[in-house]
Each structure stands twice: as C-alpha cells, then as structure tokens.
T-cell receptor, first 116, second 111 residues
Framework: DTEVTQTPKHLVMGMTNKKSLKCEQH?????MYWYKQKAKKPPELMFV???????INESVPSRFSPECPNSSLLNLHLHALQPEDSALYLC???????????????FGSGTQLSVL | DAKTTQPNSMESNEEEPVHLPCNHS???????IHWYRQLPSQGPEYVIH???SNVNNRMASLAIAEDRKSSTLILHRATLRDAAVYYC????????????FGKGTKLSVKP
C-alpha cells in the first residue's frame, strides 16, 4: 500500500467555522507534511512532522493548527479562515524524515478548500 | 535551497521522446536533483532523482551534466497520460527532508 489518503476531498466553510482535514498513511513512514497549493501555483510547504513531533513550521498563521496523533495520522485544524486561504491542501509522507535527501515523498490527492 | 530554472511550458507529440530541461547553476556538491510531476487534479508524484550519474527507472531517465549545473528529464515515449506539470527540485543532503517546489514546466502532449 503506497497510498496517502486525504479526507474530505472537498470542503466549503464559512469564516467562523471550525473544521479539520485528515490525512492517513499505512506505509510505516515517520515524516508527514502539509502543503498548500493555490490555483496554477506550485505547492508551498506549511508544516513537517518527524516522529510525531513538529519539526518545521513555515511561518504559517495560527488559524492553521496541525496535529499528529500517531505515526499514521496527520490532521490540520482550521479556524477563522479567510477567503484567501481557499486552496488545495496536500498531505505527504516519507520514510524516515531524518533529513535523507534520497527520500521520496508520497502525496495524497488533496482537499480542495473553499472559504466563503 | 539552491534555485532551479525551467521553461514554463513545452509541447510534445504522443509516442515521441520528450526532453525537459532544468538549470541549476548554483547547485552545491551535496544537492540531489529530484523530479516530481503533478497530473491534473492530483497530488505530485515522484519521478526520479540522482546526484552525479545518469539514472534510469521505469518512468523516465535523468541525464545530469558533467558540471551538474543542468539536468534533463527524458520521457522516452510520451503518452497522453504524461501531460502534467514537471518540477525539478534540489534537495540538500543535510536538509530535513523539505521538498521546496519551483514553478515547474507544464507539458502538453498532442495525439
């Protein structure tokens, strides 16, 4: 199984809502990532978890709150988002997360988020 | 991370080879060259990577210049399914696994 599963595939939320994005992998990977991708732009790194600990936060606003409850799951909690936060949110995982630049990242298909 | 430069777009005919160039003149000795591609409505997928020697796998070949300042991703026979945005990315050996995407090349394949 080389799949990274993201749910939901689509999400529409208001600016006062609280919602969560979920990501799951069963490849035994110990690093997990959140990327944000605006239309016709490349993905931008948001967060990196390595061995369930947050190792990278690319200056992301606090209205985005990541959580890694165990090595297979990654959540992104959303609160008080703005319309400009509408984007495709991609989750990825890699094997060791120890900095080996040989590592391949496996991506999910993403959650398309619209903030009204 | 060192920067890469790729053409914004390229066109190919089906069943013909495609050569996707990438310039990385500021590459350091410890940078690996990675290629990912993103098909429409999907997340990026790994294609190939290399350090100094040319590399082949079932998807593509990677030709790396002797001075490592440029590389070329080669799709030997393009299919319609290969239409995607192709990203050339440098990853430092000492990085924390960060994959930082540049603008990429949008490849169109004509039947």
């Amino acid at each position: 199984d080389t799949e990274v599963t993201q749910t939901p595939k689509h999400l529409v939320m208001g600016m006062t809502n609280k919602k969560s994005l979920k990501c799951e992998q069963h490849m035994g990977h110990r690093a997990m990532y959140w990327y944000k991708q605006k239309a016709k732009k490349p993905p931008e790194l948001m967060f990196v978890y390595s061995y369930e600990k947050l190792s990278i936060n690319e200056s992301v606003p606090s209205r985005f709150s990541p959580e890694c409850p165990n090595s297979s799951l990654l959540n992104l909690h959303l609160h008080a988002l703005q319309p400009e936060d509408s984007a495709l949110y991609l989750c990825a995982s890699s094997q060791a997360g120890t900095g080996g630049s040989d590592e391949k990242l496996f991506f999910g298909s993403g959650t398309q988020l619209s903030v009204l | 991370d060192a920067k890469t430069t790729q053409p914004n777009s390229m066109e190919s005919n089906e069943e013909e080879p495609v050569h996707l160039p990438c310039n990385h003149s500021t590459i350091s000795g410890t940078d690996y060259i990675h290629w990912y591609r993103q098909l429409p409505s999907q997340g990026p997928e790994y294609v190939i990577h290399g350090l100094t020697s040319n590399v082949n796998n079932r998807m593509a070949s990677l030709a790396i210049a002797e001075d490592r300042k440029s590389s070329t991703l080669i799709l030997h026979r393009a299919t319609l399914r290969d239409a995607a945005v192709y990203y050339c990315i440098l990853r430092d050996r000492g990085s924390q696994g960060n994959l930082i995407f540049g603008k990429g090349t949008k490849l169109s394949v004509k039947p």
